[in-house]
Structure formats: C-alpha cells, structure tokens
Nanobody
C-alpha cells in the first residue's frame, strides 16, 4: 500500500519561496500508471489542484499558478517536490501530496501540512 508524507516549513515569509517535499513509500514514482500531484486547501475554501509530475518527468500546472510553480522529483529518494515562488498570505493553506490514477482521480493522499505565509 502506497503512503505519502509531506514535509517542509510551516511558516514562510511573504515574497519568499515555499518548498515542500513528498516522500513516497510502498510504490515507485516512476510507475507509469500514476501522476504525482500537489493540492492545497486554503482556510474555509475547497481543494485546489496545483500541479503534478508523471513517471516520465513531465510536469503539468494549474494555469492560475503556473508562473510561480515548479514541481520536480528525486527518483533516488522516491520524492517529489513543490516550489511556489513569491508567496503571499493568500497562499496560506493545508498542502497535500497525492497520487492520481487518472485525470483528477486521486487514490492516495498524504496527511497534509499546514503552511502559513506571514511576516
């Protein structure tokens, strides 16, 4: 059974870069059947897909966040990473990593990590 775990700082200052890592166990991120995603949920709002990376190292981003988002991976550690640049308080959210088995068909989630953007 695959497990995902987010890690990274819980507090980021405005204009800085938010960086989170998802460590995957029980399954390889190079498995061609899946896409490895980042999703967030701002306080009081619904889930927002940020982007994903596939087994071939192709990346896909939400159009609304594309200019400030970068997703990469380290296959030797079975991890993938989110970087969100020039953050503002509106980027405050619980950030999740998740596995997609199809278009927005999530079948595994990390527990989520709270990130607050504040000076």
């Amino acid at each position: 059974q695959v497990q995902l775990q987010e890690s990274g700082p819980g507090l980021v200052k405005p204009s800085q870069t938010l960086s989170l890592t998802c460590t995957v166990s029980g399954g390889s991120i190079t498995n061609g059947y899946y896409w490895w995603s980042w999703v967030r949920q701002p306080p009081g709002k619904g889930l927002e897909w940020i982007g994903c990376i596939d087994a071939s190292d192709n990346t896909y981003y939400s159009p609304s966040l594309k200019s400030e988002t970068s997703i990469s991976r380290d296959t030797s550690k079975n991890q993938f990473t989110l970087q969100l640049s020039s953050v503002t308080p509106e980027d405050t959210a619980v950030y999740f990593c998740a596995r997609m088995a199809g278009a927005f068909e999530y079948d595994s989630w990390g527990q989520g990590t709270q990130v607050t953007v504040s000076s």
